[in-house]
């Protein structure tokens, strides 16, 4: 890692320079920053700067002023984080690089992701009503050893509002408010309701949305010219979430606490342009989901201040969660010159899944000798999934169609289940230094149920890996705190990879079964340094992630019904590496300015020329604002470049060989209008795409689907 140790070298010489500088600083008279608490990288509140891995930490502030689709619509802007997918509820997150099932998804720090989603998309964040989150907390890396399988490349945990606790004042308080955006022309009401009777706590928030799809704007990128607006089909989408939590003190250190979530989307889909646009011969590939339902439901127990020989502190949860969805498919290969005209394959496809999640987790803390901490517990979860496709292809141009109909699942019904017990100790070796060192061992098994139409054996895997971590903290100063880390992480085939088995969506061509696949394996080094000083707060990292037994799919050599065979299989070796660095600072009379950097290198280490390249090369994102001292009124300008990607193969997208850089703008604001009788009236607004640049986001550029042009977006709300 060469070029990332100059770079590191670089910014710690940056970054210990500006604690001298401002170390002799102990009092300004400019605003200090507000200090950044984060509890998903250890398990317990830590400040951020003083966590022994990346994190990133979006608050209630900055959700509040940005006004998103879905949390994961925030990451564009952020540092190693980027996104996959577009419209309004198809954004998915990617964390340097990586995306999909090797990412972990968490609400509360509980896991989202199920067996039954592919690899390459991962479980939606949108099923969690950004109404109700609180602040997102993201680790860079693998976090294997405090949340078991998928956490390979990252985490992202969805932290939403409880229920009024002890010391809440009581009496009923809530807020409605109503956002429109204009490229989407969305309509959301959102409300939340809540009180506190004596030990008791309630809350209850809901949200509407419908949204169209949207259109991108005119204009050049890469090799693809749209001499007009483009409509983005399937981006809109109609869906609704009503949550309600309660809470009761059963003493003044220990607490029950219980949730109920309720996800209906309508109509949603990946998005895709008439493929005409493209030229002549180009394949038509849209896929939607006509119905999704996602119920979860929460119960649990947390303790403080227990001090047993066992543990200061506890917290038990049990969870249940229903996920069903449908989707359909429609794809259309011309078969192009020297056929008739419209001739290719037809092939319409429709899944039903339905996958049931129980779950559990216990963990304890405990402080030994009066200055190290251990964290330790247990999880486990299984998923139930029942699945039903049906299929239909045709070839058309060449007389009366002939309609080939399948009704087989292609995937069998399954059962995934997954225990796990973990250990983490935050050893105090002085008072400069810390040690965090932690292991997890997990067993994992799958197996296939009896499934209508389908007459072979039944199939069943098992394995039991086991992974862990070390990292250290070291206080150079008062205001630098050097980090590095070296940790391990685990992803357990699912359900798909291991056991679909019939013809491929697009009809040419067969995958077959692969119950024997071993676990993906990460090894992820990360050294950084930190600096807070005064109005300043800054980072730099860098980090390298292998990726062992990579899961892809690739050709066996032999036919099925005379088409090419196809299996999931074990590869070499992944690398991801590069850099990031942050600096945020507050200056005189209420203005504050902050940007960041990412470069990113992904490489096939066993074969080189197998371009693996899925988000961006480099990112620089940065933000002036300004913030009326008594906050009544703020007002932001935001720019993002991002950097040309030539790692990607020349015939996998309409862009040419090389995905071309772009830089968007935006302008936003926000005033507290008046306050009158308890209620006080807000206002934001914002313009995005300012420059209504025609561009897509890296992983959107294959399967190319442009963002939308110039929008201007406004939310109203009450708070009493």
Known sequence: MPTALRFLALSIGALLAISRATSAQSDTTRPRQLEKVTVTATRTPTSAFNVPLPVNVIDSVTLHDRQPNTAVDLFREQPGLDVNGVGTNQVRPTIRGMRGQRILLLEDGLRLNNARRQQDFGELPAIIDVVEVNRIEVVRGPLSVLYGTDAIGGAVNLITRAAPSRGTPSGVHGSLAFRYSSADHQRRPSGVLEQRFGRWGFRVSGSYRQTSSYDAPAGSFGKLV???STRVNDTGVRDHDVAASAGLDLSATQQLFAKAESYQAIDAGFGYIDPSVFGADQP?????YPKQSVDRYTLGYRASALGTALADQAEITTYYLRNARDLDQHIFVPFGPGTPPGAGIDVRSHNFTDIATFGMRAEATKVLFGRHLLTYGADAFRDRSNNTDSSSTVVVGFGPPHPRNDVVSKVPNATYRSAGLFAQTDFHVVERLHIILGGRAQDVRADTRVTA???????GSRETPVVGTASSVFRVTEQLNLIASIGRGFRSPNLVERFFNGATPEGAGYQKANPGLSPETSLNIDVGARVRAGPIAAEAFVFQNDLHNGITIA??????????????????????????????????LGFSTSANYSRLSSKDVRNP???????????????????????????????????????????????????????????????TLFERGGIRHSLTASVDNLTNRLYSEFSNASFFRPEAGRSASIAYALAF
């Open 226 to 228: 749209l001499p007009s």
């Open 284 to 288: 038509l590939i849209a896929i939607r």
């Open 453 to 459: 139409g389908q007459a072979g054996p039944l199939l």
């Open 555 to 588: 050709p066996t050599g032999d036919s099925v019904n005379r088409v090419p065979a196809f299996q999931n299989v074990n590869v070499g070796k992944l690398r991801f590496s590069g850099g990031e660095a942050q600096l945020s600072l507050q200056l005189p």
């Open 609 to 671: 020329n197998n371009p693996i390249g899925d988000t961006y090369s480099s990112k620089v994102a940065g933000e002036l604002a300004y913030r009326q001292p008594a906050g009544r009124f703020w007002t932001a300008y935001g720019v993002r470049h991002n950097g040309e990607q030539k790692d990607v193969l020349a015939r996998s997208t309409p862009l040419g060989p090389v995905i071309p850089s772009f830089t968007v703008h935006a302008i936003r604001a926000g005033a």
